[in-house]
T-cell receptor
């Protein structure tokens, strides 16, 4: 079966611009979460969506936002990009929240570089 | 404040021997613990998990031990294989927090042939 698909794989943006990243979960999965991985801060939770509703949010500024569509696909948006936003952005999906992250599967990520 | 810590950034082990990766946590609300393996430019891959009501879980060559009183967990890989070389992350989920995982900083495991 198809895994979690993230697009694009690589992206270069300029400071001050905005960016939208996309995540298509595994078929049947309705929970989608986003993480940021940087060398300095490691893997950090951004937010989680289930049934088009944000369930949890990590400690990130309001420039980071997301949404989930009725087909469970999710997008995250970062506005007014800063150099420190350069990171690997990972999406993960599962059937539903909780259950000890049962079936929680990560995509390969989008590598964002801000110049 | 790092709630999940992996104090060893790297570990080198000979093929066939045991690899032991350690993880400490501070939040007593963590209910579930997981280990992931990650290669560069790929997402983490789930290895094994353990609920806070257990102290051990095994899956093939991988065993996770949980010591709640010490707030410590470890991953044992026996025997280690060169294909196990990767970065290993431990992660924890608080009670009633959906899939909000808190990750440790990772340990790079190198298994030498």
């Amino acid at each position: 079966k198809a895994g979690v698909t993230q697009t694009p794989r690589y992206l270069i943006k300029t400071r001050g611009q905005q960016v939208t990243l996309s995540c298509s979960p595994i078929s049947g999965h309705r929970s989608v979460s986003w993480y940021q991985q940087t060398p300095g801060q490691g893997l950090q939770f951004l937010f989680e969506y289930f049934s088009e509703t944000q369930r949890n949010k990590g400690n990130f500024p309001g420039r980071f936002s997301g949404r989930q569509f009725s087909n469970s696909r999710s997008e995250m948006n970062v506005s007014t990009l800063e150099l420190g936003d350069s990171a690997l952005y990972l999406c993960a999906s599962s059937f539903s929240p909780g259950q000890g992250a049962y079936g929680y599967t990560f995509g390969s990520g989008t590598r964002l570089t801000v110049v | 404040d790092q709630q999940v810590k992996q104090n060893s950034p790297s570990l080198s082990v000979q093929e066939g021997r045991i690899s032991i990766l350690n993880c400490d946590y501070t939040n007593s609300m963590f209910d579930y613990f997981l280990w992931y393996k990650k290669y560069p430019a790929e997402g983490p891959t789930f290895l094994i998990s353990i609920s806070s009501i257990k102290d051990k879980n095994e899956d093939g060559r991988f065993t996770v031990f949980l010591n709640k009183s010490a707030k410590h967990l470890s991953l044992h890989i026996v025997p280690s294989q060169p294909g196990d070389s990767a970065v290993y992350f431990c992660a924890a989920i608080p009670n009633n927090a959906g899939n909000m995982l808190t990750f440790g900083g990772g340990t790079r495991l190198m298994v030498k042939p």
